[in-house]
């Protein structure tokens, strides 16, 4: 019998970085997340840790959703791990705020998560995304056309991906870096067969989602795509996430080779226009925040030309030139 236990041991000890060793458990009652249970119980113990296991009801199928839920909470009742569980109305939510059902049930997750994990005074959530997620991940930006940013796909250990509502208001109050939980991935290496053949070894039960075989989501529509090219050139999925690790690596060297900044001061342009363009747009992006290639290159061609009009727009705001500096004076939205 195969065992991930060793490795998903040390994966997430070395995730933690001796952070207290209160965890919160996304499970939705599938594969993965039912892999990460059962191995998660079967770490604690000599770990010394405290575990909840977190379910979140998107509502998006009926008395199917309403099963998963009491799946989940029987699994988590078998090892005695306390559960706690939200419903989030993902269609009104998506409505109101103008999003796809994909994204709004994103972020309704990730919102509820961070509040499960703040009521148990939890440190960090482990979610159970697969090698597999990643390479489908990779592929998903790439066709969005992100740059190396999106192709380094998912971190293992990241802060949390949206912001979270005040108790209060429920109006979105971003959390800066080192605020929690942290948001860890300690299966991400781990390839979807490995995950079944664990589950099989182990006797483990997990639901089935029908609607992951239906082309309802771009992550659905992509997934047989790399499938395809799997079965033509195998071994593709660990390359993409290679991929994806190289560039992250990558983009945290740069991130150390960046100098201190003030958007308020801004960049001198006299050195900024010997630098090479690759350089000039990292530094673009680390000091403005600009995200989009459009953004970057508007905002770069404004500032090697001398004889350009001493204001630009850009999303997001304006730049302006002023005693040799390039300072970007931002709108109430974000940039694109």
């Known amino acids: 019998m195969f065992d991930l236990l060793p490795s998903f041991r040390e994966t997430l000890n070395a995730l933690l970085r001796g952070r207290a060793r209160r965890v919160l458990l996304a499970v939705s009652g599938g594969p993965d997340s039912m892999a990460l249970l059962d ?12 575990l909840a296991v977190g379910h979140v009801n998107h509502g998006l199928r009926g ?28 269609r009104r939510f998506a409505r109101l705020e103008g999003l796809g059902i994909e994204e709004a049930s994103r972020v309704l997750r990730y919102r ?14 482990l979610a159970a995304h697969t090698l597999d997620d990643q390479a489908e991940t990779v592929v998903m930006n790439l066709v969005r056309g992100a740059g190396p940013d999106g192709l380094g796909g998912m971190a293992p250990r990241s802060t949390w991906p949206v912001p979270v509502p005040r108790a209060r208001t429920g109006s979105p109050r971003p959390r800066r870096s080192n605020e929690g939980p942290l948001l860890l991935r300690p299966l991400l290496t781990v390839p ?4 079944l053949g664990y589950l099989r070894d182990r006797r483990v039960p997990f639901r089935t989602d029908a609607t992951n075989a239906l082309p309802l989501f771009f992550r659905n529509r992509v997934r047989p795509v790399l499938q395809a090219w799997e079965e033509e050139r195998p071994g593709l999925r660990e390359r993409l996430a290679r991929l994806a690790e190289v560039l992250r690596d990558e983009q945290d060297y740069w991130d150390a080779l960046m100098p201190p900044f003030s958007r308020r001061r801004g960049l001198d342009l006299r050195p900024f226009r010997t630098l090479h363009k690759a350089f000039q747009r990292r530094l673009l992006r680390h000091t403005f925040g600009f995200s989009s290639f459009a953004a970057i290159e508007r905002a770069r061609a404004f500032a090697m030309d001398p004889g350009a009009a001493s204001r630009q727009s850009v999303p997001g705001g304006r730049l302006e030139k002023a005693e040799g500096r390039l300072i970007f004076r931002r709108r109430s939205r974000p940039i694109d």
């Open 112 to 125: 509820a998560l961070a509040r499960m994990a703040a009521d148990l005074r939890c440190a960090a959530v």
């Open 63 to 90: 008395r199917t959703s309403a099963a998963d839920a009491r799946f989940v909470r029987r699994q988590a009742a078998a090892r005695d791990i306390p559960f706690r569980a939200q419903r989030v109305p993902v």
């Open 39 to 50: 191995l998660a119980a079967r770490w604690a113990p000599g770990a010394d840790a405290f």
């Open 192 to 195: 979807k067969n490995e995950i």
